[in-house]
């Protein structure tokens, strides 16, 4: 399985910008989630948002909600960040990744720990001028 991260770039605050991450492996996407993570310069990774692949429904981080959105394309086999409003703040390196999804009572939140994710992308910049 490989993840591949794309569409970072400079983009000036108030701006927009939507990345993308594909993934190799149809089967793969059925049982698992798909979030993005991020980690700017000298901070720990942080958790930005989160999709069911199989049913769609999406969880945020509080920094994020209401700007951000997740979706997904399965005949492409990728998911997309869609970011509007940036802040200088959101400048950092976004990250992709999958983790397995266990049981279906599982919550969501429980996707915002780093630790559930069994695979990562390689992650892309992006970087908000004020």
């Known amino acids: 399985v490989q993840l591949q991260a794309s569409g970072g770039g400079l983009v000036q605050a108030g701006g927009s910008l939507r990345l993308s991450c594909e993934v190799s492996?149809?089967?793969?996407?059925?049982?698992?989630?798909m979030g993005w993570f991020r980690q700017a310069p000298g901070k720990e990774r942080i958790f930005v948002g989160v999709?069911?692949?199989?049913?769609?429904?999406?969880h945020y981080g509080d920094s994020v909600k209401g700007r951000f959105t997740i979706s997904r394309d399965n005949a492409k086999n990728t998911m997309y960040l869609q970011m509007d409003s940036l802040k200088p703040e959101d400048t950092a390196v976004y990250y992709c990744?999958?983790?397995?999804?266990?049981?279906?009572?599982?919550?969501?939140?429980?996707?915002?720990?780093?630790?559930?994710?069994?695979?990562w992308g390689q992650g892309t910049q992006v970087t908000v001028s004020s």
């Open positions: 999709i069911s692949w199989s049913r769609g429904t999406t």
């Open positions: 990744a999958a983790a397995p999804v266990r049981s279906v009572t599982t919550p969501m939140t429980r996707f915002e720990s780093e630790s559930v994710y069994d695979y």
């Open positions: 492996g149809r089967a793969f996407l059925s049982s698992h989630v």
